[in-house]
Every structure is written in C-alpha cells, then in structure tokens.
C-alpha cells in the first residue's frame, strides 16, 4: 500500500496533477491524501485575534477549503472507479509548506505529486512560486511536478540526471527503481558535464551503484554536455531519446538546487514539457520499503 499526498489550490492545473497520480499509480493499492491549506488575508494592519472578523474569514476560508476537496473526491470517484484506490482529505489553516512536510511524516508519505504551475497562467514561468518553495522545503519524501496541460503517458524512459559533483548512494534509487518495475521502464542514466571526456573518479563510483541497483532494470549510460545551458542540452536529449519523466537530485550544489534558487524558474532556464521527479540527496535520503 501506498500513500501519495497531492496538494490542491482547486486550479485546472492542480486538477491535472490529481489525474497524474491516479494514473500513475493505477495499479497499485493506494490512499490519496488531497491536501488544501488555507491562510485567510488579513485586510487590515490591526490584529484581529479574536475578533468576530477574523473568526468571520476564518470560517469562510475553511467552509471553501472543505467544499473544494469534497468536489474533488466526488469527481475522482466519479471519473476513476478504481478499487484500488483509496482517498482522504486535509483542510487546514496553515502554511502550505509546513503542512506537506508534517503529513508526510504523520502518513508515511511515498510521493508527494503536485501541479508545476498552480493557478498561475502566465506562460513563461516553469515552476511556480508553490511548487519551488515545497521543492526546496522537503527534504525526505520524492516530489513530483506536472506540467500545466499534460496528459498522462506511461513512463517507459525516465531519464535520470546524474550530478557530476555528487556521490549517490543506494536508497536514493528506490524511486526511480518503483517506477521503473511498475512500468517495465528504461533508465536513461545522463551525466552533465562541462564538456564530454573521461569520467571522474566520483563518476565512475556512481555508475558502479547504479550497475548494480539497476542490475533488473533495463538502463543505459550517456554523458551530455552542457556547453550551451542546462535547458538546450536537456530538451535535445529528451527528443532523441523520447523520455517521458526527468528524475533530479536535490543534492548541495545540483542542478535541481541551483534551479530553484529564485521564487520561480523561469522556461528559459528550463522549458521540458514533462514531469520532473525530485528525489532526495544522500544527506536527506530516507529508504523507501513499501
């Protein structure tokens, strides 16, 4: 049994990330956990602790925050009969990140999949300002982001970026290891670097890890060079080898990391129209056994 945790803000895009997971995972037994935090706008600079207008936007907030995730499961349960699956709301009063990192350890989280985008529509942005704040904050769970508009496709290559800089060690594999058997999935293994040549020490170490966890998993090596940016060098390589999932570290100094450094990442710095997967570092890696 597995426990994905979904965060809504009710927006399509939010929605299209609901329909992600159930997809995803539609062969395996299942509890959903659609999560809404709400944090009513304070219209004045007085406190308002305790007075009938706070309690007023409160209630109102809570009241809409309860609705949406019950529309949400009717639809569920309406567009996927499966009885594999399993869902539960959270409503809560309280910040969206704090609250994602306190149920994924109070249910045992296994992936958390969430919209890239939110309800923002402004097309230049990749990730937004949600989505980068959960992406930086979490650091013991895999985090999923889909893209605005995508439309589900079976994973069947995932292309796995390997930081140069980094030394993985086994557990941070068992996310793309799940994947990879659900889906009878290739593991497309790619190392940036500066400029192609022979691999570094740390690298070569790496590659022997991923030999051997990836032993029943069908998987290839490729080294690609970033010597133009990070998003040309990864949108070629997605198109010739037709990978529908990036995995990335969150690792000190990885990509993923430089990536999210601002509020939002911009499609300049990385416009892949597929779901990115951010596991975790080996400082914050945590084995998961189900």
């Known amino acids: 049994m597995k426990n994905i945790l979904v965060p809504t803000d009710f ?4 929605y299209n990330a609901v329909k992600f997971a159930l997809h995803l995972f539609n062969s395996s037994p299942c509890v959903f956990y659609f999560l809404n935090t709400y944090t009513p706008e304070l219209h004045s600079n007085r406190l308002m602790a305790g007075s009938v207008s706070g309690f007023s936007q409160n209630s109102m907030a809570a009241l809409s925050s309860e609705k949406g995730l019950k529309e949400i499961v009717r639809r569920v349960k309406k567009d996927f009969k499966n009885p594999l699956h399993s869902y539960k709301t959270i409503s809560s009063f309280s910040l969206l990140t704090d609250e994602v990192k306190e149920t994924i350890i109070e249910h045992d989280i296994d992936f958390v999949i969430m919209g890239a985008i939110g309800s923002s529509d402004n097309e230049t942005i990749y990730l937004g300002r949600n989505t980068v704040r959960i ?20 994973p069947l290559n ?3 970026v390997s930081d140069s800089n980094h030394f993985f060690n086994s557990d941070e594999l068992d996310p793309i290891l799940t994947l990879a058997k659900i889906f009878n999935s290739s593991v497309c293994i790619v190392t940036l670097q500066q400029e192609k040549g022979q691999l570094l020490e740390l690298q070569k170490l790496n590659h022997e890890l991923f030999e051997r966890k990836l032993e029943n998993v069908t998987h290839t090596f490729h080294q690609l060079s970033i010597d133009t940016s990070l998003a040309i060098a990864l949108d070629y390589f997605f198109k ?18 430089n990536l999210c450094s601002n509020f939002v990442v911009e499609r300049s710095k990385l416009s892949l129209d597929v779901p990115i997967v951010q596991i975790q570092g080996a400082e914050n890696s945590v084995p998961i056994s189900k």
């Open 240 to 257: 010739k080898a037709k990978c529908q999932l990036l995995v990335m570290s969150n690792s000190a100094n990885s990509f993923m990391k």
């Open 158 to 160: 995932i292309a796995f």
């Open 11 to 14: 927006s399509p895009s939010a």
């Open 135 to 154: 992406l930086n904050a979490v650091n013991n769970c895999p985090v999923f982001a889909i893209p605005y508009n995508f439309e589900f496709t079976k």
